[in-house]
């Protein structure tokens, strides 16, 4: 299971990429809903450890759940 960056709640702010340990957060390409840049999460790298939910500033951003439905790519 991976956790799941919501495109249009994600700012943009970045403390997850930092904080990742595997190196599975990305910017997005485009701009979100908001207007903002915005990161995603490689489910296929990701490990579940749940600290860029911990580290994430802006309420509701990443979620502890697998839902590609709500995280763009690209």
Same mark, same amino acid.
């Given at each position: 299971? /991976? &956790? *799941?960056? !919501?495109?249009?709640?994600?700012?943009?702010?970045?403390?997850?990429?930092? /904080?990742?340990?595997?190196? @599975?957060? &990305?910017?997005? %390409?485009?701009?979100? %809903? %908001? +207007?903002? +840049?915005?990161?995603? #999460?490689?489910?296929? *790298? @990701? #490990?579940?450890?749940?600290? @860029?939910?911990? !580290? @994430?500033? !802006?309420?509701?951003?990443?979620?502890? =759940? =697998?839902?590609?439905?709500?995280?763009?790519?690209?």
């Amino acid at each position: 299971m /991976a &956790h *799941t960056i !919501v495109t249009n709640v994600c700012e943009g702010v970045a403390d997850c990429v930092d /904080a990742c340990p595997v190196a @599975c957060i &990305h910017p997005g %390409k485009g701009a979100n %809903k %908001k +207007g903002l +840049g915005f990161f995603w #999460i490689n489910a296929d *790298t @990701c #490990i579940d450890c749940g600290i @860029c939910l911990q !580290v @994430c500033p !802006v309420q509701g951003a990443i979620l502890a =759940e =697998e839902r590609p439905e709500l995280q763009q790519v690209g």
